[in-house]
């Protein structure tokens, strides 16, 4: 996927949102190989980790989900004595992780999450779209700038 600055900035309001209306203290946005893709809220966390860790965790819930005969879980809660994590999948490619404390309740959470996925889905799609349009047109034109060399202009050039 190829975030541009505005997919970005978009990602973040949807996020601040969510922010705000759910009481949450941190929303972090990460695509399914582990790699990170936006963050709101205030937390000091190394989001290397908490990217690679996010994805393991909805990988290995996928692994459960086909044992029992699921399609996919799509939620997962983590509950703690002071912090709660609630994790949605977006789409097939995306992960929405809400980090929220008492302040907060895991119904609140997940009411403000449902309100606004339908908006992160379509913002996802879109890069999705965008990303595999620029993959086709790519590999168009490396084949195109093949196409036009014989095997004679080869034979010619090391011949």
């Known amino acids: ?5 505005e997919d970005h900035k978009t990602f973040v309001g949807l996020m ?9 203290g941190f929303v972090f ?18 989001a290397t980790s908490l990217a690679s ?13 086909s044992l ?14 002071e912090q709660s994590l609630h994790i949605s999948q977006i789409g097939d490619r995306v992960i929405l992780l809400v980090i929220f404390d008492e302040r907060s309740s895991l119904g609140l959470v997940r009411l403000r999450t449902q309100q606004h996925l ?13 990303s595999q349009a ?3 047109a790519a590999n168009s ?7 036009e060399i014989s095997d004679e202009d080869i034979d010619a050039l090391f011949g």
């Open 1 to 5: 996927m190829v975030i541009l600055e």
């Open 16 to 24: 601040d949102t969510i922010l705000c209306e759910a009481n949450a």
């Open 29 to 46: 946005l990460v695509d399914k190989t582990g790699q990170h893709i936006a963050a709101s809220g205030d937390m000091e966390v190394d």
């Open 53 to 65: 860790l996010t994805a393991g965790a909805v990988a290995a819930t996928e692994g459960l989900s």
């Open 68 to 81: 029992i005969g699921e399609k996919h879980f799509s939620t997962l809660f983590h509950e703690g004595p």
């Open 118 to 130: 339908p908006a992160l889905e379509q913002a996802v799609e879109s890069v999705v779209h965008r």
């Open 134 to 136: 620029r993959t086709t």
């Open 141 to 147: 034109a490396h084949s195109s700038a093949f196409a």
